[in-house]
């Protein structure tokens, strides 16, 4: 969940933006399927997977996924995100063009990943948890902190991974920081990509 846009009103609340910002930026220039998550996804040439972004947040990576042209189904359980994911889809869809068919591509679920995925199965599952707390005394960002605020602690992102190693098809992938520890209580990734500040642990499946 973080990494994601966020943009403060004068009331302090957070809104989902997908239509400008770092998100349209990114859309703009990011490097197509070239970026790290998309390869750590399984995107490439004329290979598409149908994807599951189990812990949405505010929906940067799934709106960076289906602007590749993947259908994605992404699963929030609080109550607070999923509304301010709901709002943004709902603006996005009514700005229409080249956003509104990115967002078609999306379909956003109220739930917990953990009951949700075995009904779902995936091609390839994202999971993106609140990342533990960092080693040196740098602030975390001002937003990412209110981020947490709200979504609190993912302290079953470990049963949320083995859920989804159980139930996806072929891929899941574990965004995490990049010199984080491995997650405690699961199976060896099969390979990593490697970023300034994010690595991908990627699991590959059957």
Known sequence: MT???????????LQVDFVGGAVGHRLRF????GQ????????????TPVIVDA????GRDSF????????VTMIERSDKMHALLRDGMEAAAREGGVIGEIIERMTLLHGD?????PKLAGEAVLIDPMHPPRKNSALVKREL?????????DEDAADLLRVALEHARNRVVL?????ADPMEGVRACSHQILGKSTRYDVFMLG
């Open 3 to 13: 990494g994601d846009v966020l943009i403060m009103t004068k009331d302090a609340e």
């Open 30 to 33: 990011g490097g197509g399927r």
């Open 36 to 47: 790290d998550l998309a390869k750590a996804m399984g995107l490439r040439k004329g290979k």
């Open 55 to 58: 812990t949405a947040g505010l």
């Open 64 to 71: 960076l996924l289906a602007s590749l042209g993947a259908q």
């Open 113 to 117: 990943a953990k009951d949700l995925l």
């Open 145 to 153: 902190r209110q981020v947490r605020e709200i979504v609190g602690t």
């Open 175 to 179: 965004k995490w920081p990049a010199k």
